[in-house]
């Protein structure tokens, strides 16, 4: 079974500097998706960004971006020039496809770290 | 906008009375999930569906069933509902195809259990 560890309970950043929210997952899959989601106070589950295992290439939106390190199995997220609205509690979220080549699968998420950006 | 809805947003049972909470998507997904989050942890599955085809976890508690009666809706039923079931309750869909989809979740249901 896959696990996502995310070992930083809470974080906080003054508006407009960097912070970066560490994760690591646990699998024997080659081949896998992998998330970050944003739960604000009370409201809905939103996608921050993804990244699939076979790409290489760093996942980038706006002002988030990731550091993906196969070997290593760490899933950092990056939020640059962070805004009062980024505070959230940030879930990571790994997925192994249930059919190859889809997107069909189960979301196994980490604890969770709740991020409060400070004016 | 395409989205997904669940009602209610709040929900009150009493210990052992049964609650039916609902799901919705206009995205015409193929693939519903029901999660269980309780405070500040993370989201637990509960179980899922592709098109009509149930899957349940290992260790989702016979307590709780799920009906789908079509592409659209989903529920879930807590037969007899234990103050332990009190929760938020996440619905999502994803479309199961090809590519890198992710889920999009509704809104939640908050339950409260006296």
């Known amino acids: 079974a896959q696990t996502v560890t995310q070992s930083q309970p809470e974080m906080s950043v003054q508006e407009a500097e960097t912070v970066t929210l560490s994760c690591t997952y646990d699998t024997s899959e080659n081949n896998y998706y992998l998330f970050w989601y944003k739960q604000p106070p009370s409201r809905q589950m939103i996608l921050v960004i993804r990244q699939e295992a076979y790409k290489q290439q760093n996942a980038t939106e706006n002002r988030f971006s990731v550091n993906f390190q196969k070997a290593a199995k760490s899933f950092s997220l990056k939020i640059s020039d962070s805004q009062l609205g980024d505070t959230a509690m940030y879930f990571c979220a790994f997925m192994k496809p249930l059919a190859g080549g889809t997107s069909y699968g189960k979301l196994t998420f980490g604890q969770g770290t709740i991020l409060t950006v400070h004016p | ?114």
Not at chain 2, 13 to 18: A, I
């Open chain 2, 1 to 114: 906008d395409a989205m997904v809805i669940q009602n209610p947003r709040y929900q009150v049972t009493q210990f052992g009375k049964p609650v039916t909470l609902s799901c919705s998507q206009t995205l015409n997904h193929n693939v519903m999930y029901w999660y269980q989050q309780k405070s500040s942890q993370a989201p637990k599955l509960l179980f899922h569906y592709y098109d009509k085809d149930f899957n349940n976890e290992a260790d989702t508690p016979d307590n709780f069933q799920s009906r789908r009666p079509n592409t659209s809706f989903c529920f879930l039923d807590i037969r007899s509902p234990g103050l332990g079931d009190a929760a938020m309750y996440l619905c999502a869909t994803s479309t199961g195809g090809t590519g890198n989809s992710p889920l999009h979740f509704g809104n939640g249901t908050r339950l409260t259990v006296t």
